[in-house]
Each structure stands twice: as structure tokens, then as C-alpha cells.
């Protein structure tokens, strides 16, 4: 969700590992924030290899941003889509007006 709002600039490494980081630590478990940002880097690394692949790194410096152009991408924004138009869907009232 993090990458889908920063757009076509994308986010840094850094950032994106400050993200998970947040999300993933609790006051009964905690990670280091090394740790993490070695596997956001390493799976950014891996997953974005092929022109198809969900990530794409946008310039020299770690900066990834969602691929556009990839066909899995499309797919989760077409899941998105489905669930949240459900959701926005207003409820009838089915009980008996008393006026």
C-alpha cells in the first residue's frame, strides 16, 4: 500500500524498511530494524528482476516503485477494485416505516 501511494517516484529501500518496520513491531515482539531492511532489500532485489515483475527499480539509488506494466499488479488492482465497491454498496433498510 506503501509504494501504490508514493506513485510513479517511488519510495527508497530506507523508507519502505521504516514502513514494515513500523507495521511489524509490537511492544511484545520486536525486530531489528537491520534485519529488516537486509529482507526488504533482498526481496525488492529478487522481485524485481523481469520486466513483468511487480517492482521496478526507477533510478540509480534503491528507489522501487510498483511496475505499472506488470500483469500481477493489474490483477491485485482488479481484487482491490471488487472488494471495495462491494463495501461502498449502501444497506436497505428492510424494517417497517412507522410514519
Known amino acids: 500500500m506503501v509504494l501504490k501511494e508514493a506513485g510513479d517516484r517511488g519510495l527508497s529501500v530506507q523508507k519502505i524498511a ?5 507495521a511489524s513491531n509490537s511492544f511484545f ?3 531489528e530494524f537491520e534485519e ?3 529482507y526488504v532489500q ?3 532485489l529478487k522481485n524485481s528482476k523481469s520486466s513483468d515483475s511487480l ?3 526507477v533510478g540509480p539509488k534503491g528507489i522501487y516503485r ?11 488492482m482488479l481484487l482491490f477494485t ?3 465497491d462491494e463495501a461502498e454498496k449502501p444497506s436497505i433498510d428492510l424494517s417497517l416505516s412507522l410514519f
Open 18 to 22: 521504516r514502513h514494515v518496520f513500523n
Open 29 to 31: 515482539e520486536t525486530i
Open 36 to 38: 529488516i531492511r537486509r
Open 42 to 44: 533482498n526481496y525488492l
Open 55 to 57: 517492482f521496478e527499480k
Open 66 to 76: 510498483i511496475n505499472p506494466n506488470s500483469a500481477e499488479m493489474q490483477q491485485l
Open 82 to 84: 471488487d472488494e471495495t
